[in-house]
């Protein structure tokens, strides 16, 4: 049944990750006749009650989702999931207790899995729903690494290489232990010394144990790349050495780091996919960027001076697993000049190809947005607003949305809240609607749409797409 007219409610969380993608799959959406707003999530959850019943496309549904599901399924709106962090995740039972909560899931009325690990995860889950349909049909961000979509970057790709020329490019995932805001790693600071630390935010769903043991692995190798840059540095004298920090990470260690060195440059700006194809070569430990690189065909380190097989087995095996694997400064020094000399080319191999089909869907065929708008567009529900004319109605939605955003308001202001203005604009500046613009009609271009879609912009953070 089709639904058709249906407004997509499109959060984005982490601004230079998740906006293309989901630019992109508002674009094939309008092609079906949904319009969308897309925008920053907290902004967009603090006015759900503005929006009339909607699909809304959450990116988790943990129990910082539990409260927004509720008043949200108050207000009409349709819950459809799919999870950022289900593709380099945790052993199952810490994935659960940290991603999936059993009353939160309940809301959901549909999953979007990023491939067939992902649909084996979930349906271990114990309290998944019997009747929960789960798709695998990929992620948008899967669909910006394919050869088709290459040249939505290419003007990106070309600055690059003319501010930077020959580049490494660092990716970091040491948000465990150097996030934005110290409550926000897997341990709070102490206070006193020897007493005992309290879990932090990272450290939600793990046993102590766990986290214990995974802090002083993400340490460890947090200093073995402090310790490699300047080595670096001065070893490829002819190179500069980009660090570009995770999303939530702080930036000031690698600032240090880069002050005592001659051409090492720290930045996050813009989506990692044109720094991927700029790049000689991406030096990583466990991060989801040396998927992407595999998948781009660009050469990709795994710098493993320290090992521990069962977090590098357990949560970074196929990141590490689809890469270049190198254990001390040696043997990757050896590797770089092999690369960057040319006779070294990106890891492949049909095991590696095999294993990554195993966890993502739709790297040929259709994109994965085209199959997830399949789904949206034969939902068997079809969306309306017949009751909201009333009052009555008209109250509920104003009492709730009212106790939603004094709930937030309150939740902004606790230690280590995802919710703080400074984090929030940290992850998601303001953008002016002139680049919302000229992406959109660079994606309508890729994909042979010659008609002009309207863009209104709501915020400075959130746009509708009609």
């Given at each position: 049944m089709s639904?058709?007219?249906?407004?997509?409610?499109?959060?984005?969380?982490?601004?230079?990750?998740?906006?293309?993608?989901?630019?992109?799959?508002?674009?094939i959406a309008a092609r079906r006749g949904f319009s969308s707003v897309i925008g920053s999530r907290r902004e967009m959850e603090f006015c759900i009650d503005s929006f009339p019943?909607?699909?809304?496309?959450?990116?988790?549904?943990?129990?910082?989702?539990?409260?927004?599901?509720?008043?949200?399924?108050?207000?009409?709106?349709?819950?459809?999931?799919?999870?950022?962090?289900?593709?380099?995740?945790?052993?199952?039972?810490t994935y659960f207790?940290?991603?999936?909560?059993?009353?939160?899931?309940?809301?959901?009325?549909?999953?979007?899995?990023?491939?067939?690990?992902?649909?084996?995860?979930?349906?271990?889950?114990?309290?998944?729903?019997h009747d929960l349909s789960i798709h695998s049909v990929g992620n948008p961000r899967t669909d910006m690494l394919r050869p088709e979509m290459h040249s939505f970057y290419e003007d990106e790709v070309q600055a690059l290489r003319d501010r930077y020329g020959k580049f490494i490019l660092i990716n970091t995932n040491f948000n465990h232990v150097n996030a934005f805001g110290p409550d926000m790693n897997l341990f709070q600071p102490v206070k006193k010394p020897g007493e005992t630390a309290r879990f932090g935010r990272a450290a939600r769903g793990m046993s102590r144990k766990y986290a214990q043991g995974l802090w002083n692995h993400k340490h460890a190798v947090f200093k073995d790349f402090q310790q490699l840059i300047p080595k670096l540095d001065q070893t490829f004298p002819d190179v500069n050495i980009v660090i570009r920090p995770h999303p939530t990470?702080?930036?000031?260690?690698?600032?240090e780091v880069a002050a005592r060195c001659s051409r090492v440059h720290v930045t996050n700006e813009g989506n990692v996919v044109p720094w991927l194809m700029a790049t000689e070569v991406v030096l990583h430990n466990g991060c989801t960027t040396g998927l992407e690189a595999f998948v781009l065909g660009v050469p990709a380190i795994s710098y493993r001076a320290t090992v521990n097989e069962d977090f590098d087995n357990g949560f970074y095996r196929l990141p590490n697993a689809v890469s270049h694997q190198c254990f001390d400064f040696d043997q990757l020094q050896d590797m770089l000049q092999g690369i960057l000399g040319g006779r070294l080319g990106a890891a492949d191999g049909n095991e590696r190809k095999a294993l990554l089909e195993g966890y993502m869907a739709a790297l040929d065929g259709p994109l994965a947005c085209e199959r997830m708008v399949e789904v949206l567009d034969k939902m068997s529900e079809i969306l309306h607003d017949s009751d909201n004319a009333s009052r009555l109605k008209q109250l509920e939605r104003w009492t709730l949305g009212k106790a939603l955003r004094l709930a937030r308001g309150i939740k902004s202001s606790l230690p280590g809240s995802h919710n703080k203005p400074e984090f929030q604009r940290h992850r998601y500046p303001g953008i002016a609607i002139e680049e919302i613009k000229t992406?959109?009609?660079?994606?309508?271009?890729?994909?042979?749409?010659?008609?002009?879609?309207?863009?209104?912009?709501?915020?400075?953070?959130?746009?509708?797409?009609?």
């Open positions: 639904m058709k007219n249906t407004l997509l409610l499109i959060p984005v969380e982490n601004q230079v990750r998740e906006l293309d993608p989901k630019l992109l799959l508002a674009c019943p909607s699909i809304y496309l959450s990116k988790s549904m943990t129990i910082r989702s539990l409260l927004f599901f509720q008043v949200a399924h108050k207000f009409g709106h349709e819950i459809v999931t799919w999870d950022e962090e289900a593709l380099v995740h945790l052993p199952p039972e207790s940290r991603r999936l909560h059993p009353k939160a899931i309940r809301h959901v009325s549909h999953l979007f899995a990023w491939g067939p690990d992902n649909v084996e995860l979930w349906k271990q889950y114990p309290h998944l729903p990470e702080r930036h000031d260690v690698y600032h992406k959109v009609a660079r994606f309508q271009q890729l994909l042979g749409d010659d008609r002009q879609l309207e863009i209104e912009q709501l915020s400075d953070v959130m746009f509708r797409i009609n």
